[in-house]
């Protein structure tokens, strides 16, 4: 079993930076590709960015639109979502995932391994 663990979420104003990351543990295996995605209240998880192994392709959602950017250490197994220019359109539980594949996917069906999510409030 892999366990994803986020952090970072937290309240801020529109127009402002946050950045979100995600530890694996247990039986991780480096060659993963990684993904980010969000679910707000009463809305489906919708995709958000994922980055391949070893972590030179990225692929972000069309509302990103340049403001977020998605990163891995892959010696220390982590992920990270860095988030700016946040509008309150992004608030939402954001979750980190991991699949059995080094290629990057958006399908929340393509993803193995799951986190229990962190809160990010934007507010006006």
């Known amino acids: 079993q892999v366990q994803l663990v986020e952090s970072g979420g937290g309240l801020v104003q529109a127009g402002g930076s946050l950045r979100l990351s995600c530890a694996a543990s247990?039986?991780?295996?480096?060659?993963?590709?990684m993904g980010w995605f969000r679910q707000a209240p009463g809305k489906e998880r919708e995709f958000v960015a994922t980055?391949?192994?070893?972590?030179?392709?990225?692929t972000y959602a069309d509302f990103v639109k340049g403001r977020f950017t998605i990163s891995r250490d892959n010696a220390k197994n982590t992920v990270d979502l860095q988030m700016n220019s946040l509008t309150p359109e992004d608030t939402a539980t954001y979750y980190c995932?991991?699949?059995?594949?080094?290629?990057?996917?958006?399908?929340?069906?393509?993803?193995?391994?799951w986190g229990q999510g962190t809160q990010v409030t934007v507010s006006s």
């Open positions: 995932a991991s699949r059995r594949n080094a290629r990057q996917a958006r399908y929340r069906s393509e993803y193995d391994y």
């Open positions: 247990g039986r991780t295996n480096s060659r993963v590709a």
């Open positions: 980055i391949n192994w070893p972590g030179g392709v990225t």
